[in-house]
């Protein structure tokens, strides 16, 4: 084939004429960038920040709080150094005591009213949390002196400080020892110990892991070749054990998880005692999806009981909460046989002092139950849900709704929520959300009424959902302070 022929093609390049080279445009616009948008400028963020205080030591998530028992202004709280995989638990104990609150009257009633208004107060650590090689999942103080600082991580590893407190109110901090028996910490929940209950023993700690075995430990130093001792090991549950409550006797240990299942343990053998635990020697109730009355598909993700170690709830997936009744060991009553003791712990007719039997069985909110808590004055039982929504039931009633918040935190999960303990006589709530919000509640009035329930709110967390959440908080027994753990990393401290 020959080659294309050249003759009409002119090689040379295009040349501008001169005086087009020398004309000039005219620039209306002025210079743009390339792929410049309007929609890509950094937008600003106003937050409102309501706080008197901040820690911001933590480099991520706050995952865990927790408020020394004796000294409430003790604070100690826990997460990740930094989002990758390999990033460290780090945690920080601080006081909120040197913390001045906000004077009652505004600004305008100041004797100079152009003076500066009182800025929140950074907070520094008086001890630093190490050790964990991932994220500290959970943190919580020994009962009933706070003897102990226990904190958990998703490394698997319990690691426990002791805590000490001089004539002059400092604070010092040792490291006593750790454990590592599961590939994940879920939950830490220590045991009570009331000056009228003979049961339980001081400073001892309950755990749940994502293996589905509980553990409870018994801390005592003096002991230098094994400072933390194995109570209990239970491996009934086959997912993981998403949350756990004692009650508030120290009895009985319950525990839920992602397979549906309810566990109440009989930690220290007093109902065994008296004939009333299951043929397995360990639990008093013992639940699951095989039964239809008690299945809830998704899972079971908390569980509170009431002051009265009456009955246990236990809400999951879906909106679900159930009501099952926990024995009466005051009760002199005789035995139940094997058969009838195995019948009545999947939720049998109950009678005498066995516990076992389904209650109720509530689906008033859309989504997963996150939260319960009891009302220590009134027969009350608040739930939260991940639709946004907090639902308080009269217990005495049968559970019937005495109140329905249903955008108590927008469209936003509720994680928390919890009455306060010693002020507003039981009726006063706190809750919080991933919308970054700290809300306060009056829960009193007859069922249904219109009346406006919240109280008061506080904001100064990032919010719109992961990320700038509020992880948890707690509030003491007067809930006259509140201190946050912030998906967004930082520490803030609320007066109510």
């Known amino acids: 084939m020959s080659a294309p022929h050249q003759d009409d093609i002119d090689e040379a390049p295009e040349m501008l004429d001169a005086d087009?080279?020398?004309?000039?445009?005219?620039?209306?616009?002025?210079?743009?960038?390339?792929d410049s948008d309007d929609d890509d400028e950094p937008v600003e963020i106003h937050i409102h920040n309501d706080s008197i205080a901040y820690l911001d030591a933590h480099k991520d998530s706050v995952f865990a709080i927790a408020q020394h028992p004796t000294q409430p202004t003790l604070i100690a709280t826990g997460g990740s150094e930094g989002d990758g995989d390999d990033a460290p638990g780090k945690g920080y104990v601080f006081d909120t005591s040197p913390v001045v609150g906000r004077p009652v009257l505004p600004q305008s009633y100041n004797a100079d009213p152009s003076a500066p208004q009182q800025k929140s107060t950074e907070l520094q650590p008086l001890f630093t949390l190490e050790g964990h090689t991932d994220s500290i999942n959970a943190l919580a103080?020994?009962?009933?002196?706070?003897?102990?600082?226990?904190?958990?991580?998703?490394?698997g590893r319990m690691r426990v400080y002791q805590l000490t407190i001089d004539a002059h109110n400092k604070a010092s901090l040792a490291f006593v020892g750790e454990a590592s028996e599961v590939p994940e910490i879920n939950w830490l929940a220590p045991c009570p110990v009331p000056a009228s209950s003979q049961s339980g023993v001081a400073n001892t700690i309950a755990l749940g892991a994502s293996d589905g075995s509980v553990w409870v430990y018994s801390i005592d130093p003096s002991d230098e070749s094994s400072p933390l001792s194995i109570v209990q090991s239970y491996f009934l549950h086959t997912e993981s054990c998403t949350a756990g409550a004692w009650s508030p006797d120290g009895k009985f240990l319950a525990t839920v998880s992602e397979d549906s299942s309810l566990l109440v343990w009989d930690v220290w053998g007093e109902a065994a005692a008296k004939g009333l635990a299951h043929e397995n020697g360990q639990t008093v109730v013992s639940l699951n999806a095989s039964d239809q009355r008690?299945?809830?598909?998704?899972?079971?993700?908390?569980?509170?009981?009431?002051?009265?170690?009456?009955?246990?709830?236990?809400?999951?997936?879906?909106?679900?909460?159930?009501?099952?009744?926990?024995?009466?060991?005051?009760?002199?009553?005789?035995?139940?046989?094997?058969?009838?003791?195995?019948?009545k712990g999947k939720g049998g007719d109950a009678g005498g002092s066995q516990g076992g039997t389904i209650l109720a069985d509530l689906h008033t909110q859309g989504d997963g139950i996150e939260t319960l808590s009891f009302s220590p004055n009134h027969p009350l039982l608040a739930a939260g849900s991940v639709d946004g929504s907090i639902v308080i039931y009269d217990t005495s009633r049968r559970f019937a709704v005495r109140r329905h918040i249903k955008e108590a935190h927008?469209?936003?999960?509720?994680?928390?929520?919890?009455?306060?303990?010693?002020?507003?006589?039981?009726?006063?709530?706190?809750?919080?959300?991933?919308?970054?919000?700290?809300?306060?509640?009056?829960?009193?009035?007859?069922?249904?009424?219109?009346?406006?329930?919240?109280?008061?709110?506080?904001?100064?967390?990032?919010?719109?959902?992961?990320?700038?959440?509020?992880?948890?908080?707690?509030?003491?027994?007067?809930?006259?302070?509140?201190?946050?753990?912030?998906?967004?990393?930082?520490?803030?401290?609320f007066e109510a």
């Open 20 to 34: 087009d080279a020398l004309e000039e445009i005219e620039d209306i616009e002025g210079d743009v960038a390339m």
């Open 141 to 155: 103080f020994t009962l009933p002196r706070g003897e102990f600082l226990v904190s958990g991580g998703l490394d």
């Open 294 to 343: 008690f299945a809830v598909e998704g899972g079971l993700y908390s569980v509170a009981i009431d002051p009265k170690t009456s009955f246990v709830a236990a809400g999951g997936a879906g909106g679900a909460i159930k009501i099952v009744s926990l024995p009466r060991l005051g009760a002199d009553s005789n035995p139940a046989p094997s058969k009838q003791s195995k019948a």
């Open 410 to 493: 927008d469209e936003f999960s509720v994680v928390k929520v919890e009455f306060v303990r010693d002020f507003g006589d039981g009726w006063l709530l706190t809750s919080c959300g991933m919308d970054g919000v700290v809300r306060r509640w009056d829960v009193r009035g007859a069922a249904g009424a219109s009346i406006e329930s919240k109280v008061k709110e506080w904001r100064g967390h990032r919010g719109d959902g992961e990320g700038g959440g509020v992880l948890g908080f707690v509030q003491g027994s007067t809930g006259e302070r509140i201190v946050t753990a912030g998906d967004d990393g930082v520490v803030l401290v």
